[in-house]
């Protein structure tokens, strides 16, 4: 079966990443910012899956030999030559392209060497009283026997030569030292400099520096012993593989708390360096690590571009995306309460477009409702200082019986989970930490009320594809159903009483759950569509996810192709299918869309003989999501809502303006006449057409 490894088409994506850095539409500040984008998607990658590989290659051959990937020492350096393609690529985007025009628009990013001598002046100035009591040097000489560097951090290296006085004869590595200092990036409250406006000139109104060349330009002062100093910069991004699937025993939050504190002692994945580099400070640095010579990268003269979230604007509004404020919903209004209006009907949210406070909003007023006597929700990323826990704990406080389920192990914020885990188990709710070999991805909530006429519980559910996390509900792109269908309502009730009592969900009408039954369903509704093509009759699948990974599926849609279903792929990530291929995939088609929000809801769509069936999920189409992880995919049974989320869906479908191919070719401009389409401005367009009219919701094309 034909498919594409899953990293090298994860790198594609990433090279989509870069095509928006080196989109003129975009505005150019926001263009910096997918740089920094780019640049955490690979130290994220390297940390995750490079080290995965590297761990695979160092298995004993018959040992590898038992495991699903093929060939992982090939496949390692397919995709680490693919990374210095795109690192090259990156260089070049910085250099030829981002530069001039950040110059043209009168932002200089000056160098050391090109600072002016009244802005050398300034920045040793800045350097002595800014900088210089942050710094922490450490010697690389006989007495170290061991150099620690932390993960992702800047570190400058200092080869310093020609010292200006030296009493007889003495070795050439009396002569010469290597000192490793961190950048102090966090300390000075950022990577960038921005030089006074009497420093700059009028074809540079706006000189700005990386806090790098407020070092360099320094460093003579700091090593004054020496005549030459040499300052290059490196940086270490360490296995970050928690591998607590192999621990099925003992306390989770331990065991997490422990992995956490390793993370930062884990292995090496890659070691950047300037190019620049002297031989002897790799050769030194190499020494008191322990890194081998796999483990070096070569970058450029700077490294973590993922500072550029932090690069100043100067109030150049024009160089950065129109604000965008959120839409009004036409059904939930800003005050009153929620709870009444939940129960009257069905309701979808569409973040960032729609604002997300009416989740805690709607939690804080089950807080204070003395009618509502439980809430169950569960918690994949937490933001630091999170409303929604911070409402979780209030209903405690007013007596609510509280049950939380907590992934603790979702990458990169274990921490912030664990914060909310403790101190809400510390209150008195009932805190579930999912079992090791299980992740819990859903996004549930479920309230219950008793109503004051008869006293009978009544429930309210939210579901969605997006996380409980005001932070990022900002920036991905979700739809979220609230409702009080006492059917749907059961069914998440049953979810949660899996984690309680750790009895599966039964009988399920409506949800399709992971991992008890929801591959079993997703191969059912694509066998259906296969069994009507192959009758003649309609037959379709629209399938929009972050990735497809999983074989298994893969095959089920290559087969549905090869009876003629026509499947439509709207993929932002990963995607391992073929499209397009003859006799294999030929009615597949797939698109993936980048803009200015993160794509991050999935939405399933069959054709069902004329009466479509659309969910909406949390989960992926890879292994891990349907074989290891609690998701759910729930349908939207409200005809108008379904042809709400269709509309929304079609328009991405027909997006001319951002949407890439597999081959990560952009559309063919529209022609005179055709309608210009870029999918996140004509959703917002039409959401705010929705508040403004409420007008009657169009039906859904097929």
Request: some cysteine; aromatic content about 8%.
């Amino acid at each position: 079966m034909k498919t594409l490894p899953r990293d090298l088409s994860w790198l594609r994506f990433n090279a989509r990443v870069l095509q928006e850095a080196q989109c003129a539409t975009v505005p150019l500040l926001e263009r910096l910012k997918f740089l920094a984008i780019f640049s955490a998607n690979l130290d994220e990658f390297f940390k995750v899956r490079v080290a995965t590989l590297r761990r695979l290659v160092k298995l004993k051959k018959k040992t590898r030999a038992q495991l699903p990937q093929d060939r992982p020492k090939r496949l390692l350096a397919e995709v680490l030559a693919e990374v210095h393609r795109q690192q090259e690529e990156f260089g070049r985007t910085f250099r030829d392209m981002l530069q001039p025009e950040l110059r043209a628009a009168g932002i200089r990013l000056l160098t050391s060497e090109e600072l002016t001598d009244a802005q050398c002046e300034w920045v040793k100035t800045y350097f002595q009283d800014k900088v210089r009591d942050l710094l922490s040097p450490v010697v690389l000489d006989d007495t170290l026997h061991q150099l620690f560097l932390k993960d992702q951090a800047t570190y400058l290296t200092f080869f310093l030569s020609q010292p200006h006085s030296v009493e007889g004869k003495k070795k050439k590595a009396d002569t010469e030292r290597v000192v490793v200092m961190e950048l102090p990036t966090k300390r000075h409250g950022g990577r960038f400099v921005a030089l006074p406006g009497g420093a700059g000139t009028e074809a540079d109104p706006h000189p700005v520096l990386f806090l790098d060349d407020v070092v360099r330009a320094g460093a003579n002062d700091l090593f004054p012993a020496y005549a030459q100093v040499q300052v290059n910069s490196v940086k270490l991004s360490r296995d970050a593989e928690l591998d607590i699937a192999e621990e099925v025993s003992g306390d989770l939050m331990a065991k997490i708390k422990s992995s956490l504190a390793k993370r930062a002692t884990g292995y090496p994945a890659r070691l950047l360096y300037d190019p620049a580099t002297p031989k002897e400070v790799l050769r030194a640095i190499k020494q008191k690590t322990g890194i081998e010579d796999e483990e070096l990268v070569e970058g450029s003269r700077y490294h973590n571009f993922r500072d550029f979230f932090g690069f100043p604007d100067f109030g150049r509004r024009d160089l950065l995306n129109p604000v965008w404020r959120e839409v009004a919903h036409p059904t939930l209004l800003r005050t009153g309460s929620l709870l009444p209006t939940l129960a009257q009907r069905d309701h979808l949210l569409h973040p960032p477009y729609q604002s997300f406070d009416v989740v805690p909003r709607l939690l804080r007023e089950a807080a204070n409702d003395p009618q509502v006597s439980a809430i169950s929700i569960t918690l994949y990323r937490v933001a630091p200082k999170s409303a929604v826990a911070k409402a979780l704990l209030k209903a405690v406080k007013n007596g609510k019986q509280v049950t939380a389920v907590v992934e603790l192990k979702a990458r990169f914020d274990e921490e912030s989970n664990i914060h909310w885990a403790e101190k809400l188990r510390r209150a008195g709710a009932h805190v579930i930490l999912t079992p090791p070999e299980l992740k819990c991805h859903a996004k549930l909530l479920l309230i219950t009320r008793r109503a004051e006429a008869d006293d009978q519980p009544r429930r309210y559910a939210y579901l969605s594809s997006g996380n409980f996390n005001e932070a990022t509900a900002h920036l991905y792109a979700d739809h979220a159903l609230f409702t009080a269908n006492p059917d749907i309502a059961a069914e998440v009730d049953q979810v949660f009483r899996y984690f309680i009592t750790g009895e599966e969900p039964s009988h399920l009408r409506h949800l399709l759950v992971a991992p008890f039954g929801l591959r079993k369903q997703l191969l059912k509704l694509i066998a259906a569509e296969a069994a009507r093509a192959k009758k003649g009759e309609e037959a379709y699948i629209i399938l929009k996810v972050n990735s497809l990974e999983n074989p298994g599926m893969i095959a089920a849609l290559y087969a549905a192709s090869q009876a003629g279903v026509r499947i439509e792929l709207l993929i932002r990530g990963i995607g391992c299918l073929v499209p397009g291929e003859a006799g294999l995939s030929d009615t597949i088609s797939q698109r993936g869309l980048l803009d200015r929000y993160l794509e991050h809801a999935r939405i399933y769509v069959f054709g069902n003989g004329g009466e479509e069936k659309v969910y909406v999920s949390s989960a992926d189409w890879m292994g891990r999501n349907l074989d290891r992880r609690v998701e759910v995919a729930f349908p939207i049974l409200d005809d108008g809502l379904r042809a709400e989320i269709r509309y929304l869906l079609d328009l991405e479908r027909q997006d001319n303006v951002k949407a890439r191919d597999f081959n990560n070719q952009l559309p063919t401009p529209p022609t005179e006449g055709e309608p210009v389409v870029r999918t996140q401005e004509a959703q917002r367009q039409y959401l705010q057409k929705l508040a403004r009219h409420r007008k009657p919701r169009p039906k859904a094309a097929r």
